[in-house]
């Protein structure tokens, strides 16, 4: 998928399959982020890699590497 910290994801599942691979889904992200959901628009605040909106259940992932930007968010799909 990637080296190192040359990510070049094609979309969110990507992402998102790469931090539950490396076992990365749970750590936390350098400063919490609030977010708005692109499914429902709901407010919420993505605390670790990946998260899941509170309403609708889209997951989002950002790898480590691109932690420090909210622009490197990526959804991935509903309850994925």
Known sequence: MHSNCSAQFD????VVDKLR???FEQQHLPLAVAYTCVSCQADFTMETLMSHCPQ???TYGVTP???HDPTN??????NY
Request: hydrophobic content about 55%; proline content about 0%.
């Open 11 to 14: 979309n969110g599942a990507q």
């Open 73 to 78: 968010i990526l959804a991935a799909g509903v």
């Open 56 to 58: 609708c259940g889209m």
């Open 21 to 23: 691979m490396m076992g």
């Open 65 to 67: 590497c691109h932690a």
